[in-house]
């Protein structure tokens, strides 16, 4: 995934498109470049971070150009595959999104009409398509492009004396902000939010010619009008507010998170939500998700059998696009932060092809997903910056948790408490964050490991796998999350005194067997480190050192002990180190298969 922007207006471009590709850099940062237009186009372009661009780059004069943060597909980080990318004459700059799954073909036909292609890119046949069919008019140009190109993009073109961009999107996000007498293209809303909070959503097939003064969108060479909407995300949203890393603040954040989120319904007296996929003679639930989400809707599968009394599977996105079942009487839910996850849309597609209605639980209006569902949730996370989930993983396990008592066959009694319980979580993650110091001491000596086992069972297992991807993917520990059950098939054989385990110890129907656990892992050596509630008198005996998390019902344990898990990820990669938002060969939203 990468992130694209395109500026035109009566001020200089420079500045304005690298502020908005520090905004998106989070999409991708191996390599980043700008192209700027006042009569010949100006690229300036290498493979490094915007602000190393920023410090190095001579001043380019005018108010037209495009930018481009990379997470390299085709081609190494490198100076030549960093974008824009130009035609031969090098009038035309093109940003790319996406993957052009015919450029072989396409750069194979146009080598032999005479182009002459320089990076190992597939965006670079772009350009080249619209020289060769450039007559005069460059929106009929780049519309003729696009009928060659197969694969999925969103991009915009800038053509040397042309006042005007060209924009177009299919299966890669693309919005227009609208401003006073300037307008602004980008791949997603914190991009634009220091000008402007009025946006147009592009749809797959769209055209967009973008001048200073106006916008107009054309789709198969027709017209058409595209709803104005206002963003509520504010600039502070999006800004790191005195902390030190996105991912610290976004950990801070999840309290209010949870009443954003729980917000519209939490006051009502009981929870009564209306779900299209629940209707009828559904006989069991479906959740498919990628990644961190796809831990909430493992969650969400304990959850649901536990209320609903309903079997629910909870499947990888992008696995179920290999699957040959047939799906009868079963209720789709899709979980996706960013709404934008290519194995995620294909996997809606083929559901939605197979009968079934999906609802989708997303965090961003007008993504992709929201489009292809029959109903959407939306989570009230706000943006999320650092590259790491972690409020968007709590509001998904909030929707869950209220859209499943909706549904919940438990008594009123039950029912009254989980409310309860629910309306108090704000404050109990609070009472983890506050414990903050103390995680961060009791986990310093974690960082010097490199292997790190995370167990749990039941409805923390799936936190055991999420405390685990934290880790990993901003500590560069290798770190597994394990059935605790499971270890003794197999992982055991890699314990030893460098290798701590980390378990996660509820009160439930699980906490005798975790302690047979821990026992077990104690005399194989490992350092235990225990994830308990506080006043478990027992643990403090077992492990060698233990992170107590405030009491709560059973069901909700997942949410204080994973907001732990956060911030023991975080200050071990911190210890370390490492470039904790921007952790690397990663990027936020991955619209690649
Ligand atoms: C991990 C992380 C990823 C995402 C995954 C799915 O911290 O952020 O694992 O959870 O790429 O992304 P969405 O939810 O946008 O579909």
């Known amino acids: 995934m990468c992130g694209i922007i395109g500026y035109i207006g009566d001020k200089q471009a420079q500045p304005i498109l690298l502020n908005c590709l520090r905004r998106l850099e989070y999409r991708g940062y191996d390599s980043c470049g700008i192209a700027v237009t006042a009569g010949s186009i100006e690229v300036y372009k290498d493979a490094v971070r ?19 943060t990379r997470w390299a597909t085709h081609g190494e980080p490198s100076q030549v595959n ?10 035309i700059a093109v940003v790319h999104n996406g993957v052009i799954s015919n450029f072989q073909l396409l750069k194979q036909q146009l080598t032999g009409e005479g182009h002459n292609f320089i990076s190992q890119t597939d965006t670079e046949v772009i350009p080249h398509l619209i020289e060769k069919y450039y007559d005069g008019n460059l929106e009929k140009a780049v519309e003729t492009a696009l009928r060659d190109i197969e694969g999925s993009y969103a991009l915009i073109v800038l053509m040397a004396g042309e006042p005007k961009l060209v924009a177009a999107r299919k299966d890669s996000p693309l919005i227009i902000g609208i401003g ?7 791949s997603d809303v914190p991009a634009i939010l220091d000008y402007t909070d009025r946006v147009i959503y592009l749809e797959d097939g769209d055209i967009g010619i973008i001048t200073k003064d106006g916008i107009r969108v054309r789709r198969h060479g027709t017209k058409v009008n595209r709803k104005e909407h206002k963003i509520s995300w504010s600039v502070d949203d999006a800004q790191k507010a005195g902390y030190e890393h996105f991912m610290l603040k976004e950990i801070h954040e999840q309290p209010k998170v949870i009443r954003d989120t729980l917000g519209e319904y939490i006051q009502a007296a009981e929870p009564v939500v209306d779900l299209a996929v629940m209707r009828g003679d559904i006989e069991s639930v479906l959740i498919l998700a990628c990644g961190t989400s796809y831990h909430a809707a493992l969650v969400g599968k304990y959850i649901m059998e536990e209320l609903l009394r309903i079997p629910v599977r909870a499947e990888l996105a992008s696995e179920f696009n290999y699957c040959a079942q047939t799906l009868a009487r079963t209720g789709a839910i899709a979980i996706t932060q960013s709404g934008e996850t290519a ?34 949730i939306y989570t009230r996370a706000g943006p999320e910056i650092s590259v790491a989930a972690t409020k968007s993983f709590m509001a998904q396990l909030m929707v869950l948790y209220w859209l499943m008592m909706s549904y919940s066959k438990v008594d009123a009694r039950r029912l009254t408490d989980l409310i309860m319980g629910l309306r108090q979580l704000p404050e109990k993650v609070q009472q983890v964050l506050d414990n903050e110091d103390k995680i961060m001491e009791g986990t310093k000596h974690l960082s010097g490991y490199e292997n790190v086992f995370f167990i749990g069972r039941g409805i923390n297992f799936p936190i055991a796998l999420e405390g685990a991807l934290k880790l990993k993917e901003i500590s560069y520990i290798h770190a597994e999350g394990c059935a605790a059950g499971e270890l003794k098939h197999g992982p055991f054989a890699l314990l030893s005194e460098n290798t701590p385990v980390i378990a996660i110890v509820a009160q439930d129907n699980t906490y005798e067997a975790m302690l047979t656990n821990i026992r077990e ?14 006043g478990d ?11 107590t998390v405030p009491k709560v019902d059973a069901i909700f344990s997942p949410v204080v002990n994973t907001v732990a898990l956060q911030l023991l990820a975080y200050y071990t990669a911190k210890h370390r180190g490492c470039p904790i938002d921007t952790p690397r060969n990663l990027a936020k939203s991955v619209t690649v298969e």
């Open 50 to 68: 915007v602000e190393e661009l920023t410090r190095v780059m001579p001043k380019l004069d005018g108010m037209a150009g495009i930018g481009h």
């Open 537 to 547: 008198g027992a643990i403090g005996q077992l492990a060698d050192s233990v992170i």
């Open 82 to 91: 960093a974008h824009p990318h130009l035609d031969c004459s090098g009038n």
């Open 521 to 534: 892992v104690k005399a194989r050596g490992s350092p235990l480190i225990a994830l308990a509630e506080e």
């Open 343 to 376: 194995d995620m849309l294909k996997a809606m597609k083929k559901l939605k092809d197979m009968g079934c209605l999906v609802l989708a639980i997303t965090n961003v209006v007008g993504s992709s997903a929201s489009r292809i569902a029959n109903q959407t």
């Open 180 to 186: 006073d007498r300037e307008n602004i293209i980008a």
